[in-house]
DNA sequence: AGCAGCTCAATTTTT
DNA sequence: TTGAGCTGCT
């Protein structure tokens, strides 16, 4: 048996014991929140509740399988006495009902489609509608699609959040309604899902079929969801949908929402705050539990963060509180410039790996470009890193080429993805691909004689497919036939890379695997990242986007780029609910960190369309900070860092505080790439024949590809794509 | 119609 | 730096 309370402080206990009926949890940052959720789990397995009725709700699939196999290990019997719990995201819980029962007025076989999907889409129908074209400050297809997906999951008018939004495009908001309901039109009637789709269609299914509402309610008892402050209106609905009010025939109410409304920072995509703020009101008999007492961070980090909340809009009110008295106050550290700035932040992460290790320390950002710079000194320092928040691996164009088939085996209506598979055919573009899918879709056998007659390799394309789709839906064997006739494809499209690419594809086969349908792969695929196959090669220093932060913590944390225009970013300036949102994005970041937790302020940023250098402004979230919560070090011409008002510090002398090497010569503006010839070592031609790895002073360790004579190679660099370099700057590697 | 090459513009966050 | 869309050539 688990001994539960000693284990758990008493609201946690609380929480955990509080089977039935609503429940709110408020689970401040670090309060060890998945713990509760965790043992709560177990809690309920042993008090009879079967693993099978249980769901839980979370924002990452990843999130959902760590619970339940924490939850497992505590019980003594592993993952599998838990199994059958049903647990992700809202949109992968909605798509395993919707794959069985369409949305009304949705064809029997649908698909999904990714956001690159839906552009595609969009653009054709763009361009059958004729609009904007020539007309330079027409929305873009994404603006258009951004736009759009906000005023469904804000629940708002098209025009309304034009309006908001973007000023400039109003003239436009006609047109743009105008081709969002064609968009509409058109994926009912190819079965075609977007992701807000999968939400609306699940709550139409729901108040059109109650039988199908009345099976998911028998099947569930209890119902858990995580981060409630970062769900929408149509998310919220669902839930109370699943559990009921109180009437007959539902569950009884026995829901928990866990959530901390200070760290809401989803509202750009429809995430809608007062979903946790009122769920009190809107399902009777609350209960309502705060968990305060932080077991992450130091004091010192907590009277950062707390400051940072003292200055938001009150909302629920709490100040966390820490055991941990001791250790480092936060820095604040101000470089010269962003550039310097990357320089100082590899240097003390340099040190940093060394105390804790590098998988214990993280960069993290406003946005995926912000570390650009840092990336480069990384590679150069030769630091490992791993950066999240930027490409995904689905989206790599020979998967996505690999996949098209499959999807359209799932679904011939599939557009986008038949849109793709014909253009892969010499000769064949968007106009061809357009009219024989249309052609195909009209039963137009005339057309399509015709075109496959001039096309042959068309025509071979048509009959695999056909073979694919009278095959049983495993995707193993599904996809071995579909490489087979992709490998000379592949080639002539990828003719410097196509081995790496290769080998991509066949760790989707591997992927594959793992499933016995088809179309179950494809919704996973699309649903959630799955983790990157490149996890070789060890612990590694972690670079994030702060939204992708959400969750994690780390001994030692920085966050860069604290300036006006980046963080708050610049149209955050507009809008005060905006503002806020930045401002609790601050907090998350900052409540990351264990130990040490350092912000930079660089002095100058440098714009990238002119050759100069422009003054920053420190974020205001500093300003009004106030300066008793941080220790401030500028950096000087020299490159030292000086403490502010100090004295200047010895180097190493203090080991918490920021340490630039003496050994670095100051940066200079040209530096980025650098021109001092590197030692050309006789190993550095890589033989012909045998094209292995190499490493770069700048762009880090890289695939050598292809050698171009006399002098010159084609290296394919993880974090930076296809370069040629001369080979006198490569350093041939193993 | 397709394709290469060019110009110009823009850069938030994610299921 | 990258990408999207336009122009002009084949």
Redesign the pocket.
Known sequence: MIDYQSHLNPAQWEAVRTVDGPVLVLAGAGSGKTRTIVYRLAYMTQQGVPPQRILLLT???KAAQEMLHRAGQLMGHGPAALHGVQG?????FAYSVLRRTPPPGFPDRCTLM???DA?TVM?EI?STAGL???????P????IL?HY??AR?KELPLDEVVKQ?SFHLIPYAGAMQQLCDAYAVFRREKGLLD??D??FGLESLFRHDPETLARCRERFSHVMVDEYQDTNLVQDRLVTLLVGTGEPGSMGGNVMAVGDDAQS??A??GANISNILTFPDRHHGTRLIKLEQNYRSTQPILDLTNAILSQAQAQFRKQLFSDRTDGPVPRLVRPLSDRTQAQIVCEEIIRQCAAYGPEQVAVLF?????S?HLEVALNRAGVRFRK?????YTEAAHIKDAMAYLRVAVNPADMPSMHRIL?Q???????????LFNALMAGDAKTVAKLTKKHPQAADMLALLDRLRAAPPRPVPLLEQILEFYQPILERLHPDDHPRRRTGLEELVQIAAGYEDAGQFLADL????PEQPEAEGGPAVCL?????AKGLEWRAVHIIDLVEDRFP????LLKAE?FE??RR?LYVACTRARDELSLYVPTSIYK??QNISEPATASPFLREMGVHVFEEWREGYNGMLSKWGGMAREPGSTPAAPAKAQASPPWQPSAA?PKAPPPVSQAAQPAPGDLGWCRHKVFGRGKLVQHLPPDKYRVNFPS????VILAEYLEREE
């Open positions: 924002f990452t699939r992700g995201t809202f949109h992968a990714d956001r690159s552009e653009r763009k904007g074209k020539g007309d330079r400050s027409f873009k297809t994404g603006t951004d997906s906000k999951n939004e992701y807000d999968l939400l920072i989803y750009f995509r406003r946005a995926g470009y912000h650009y999240y928040g930027g490409l995904k253009a055919v010499e000769g064949i573009g968007p106009k061809t691909a357009a009219s699309h649903l959630e990242n994030s986007t702060i939204h992708s970013s610049r149209q955050a905006d949102e930045e994005l990238r369309g790439v930076f794509g296809l370069k």
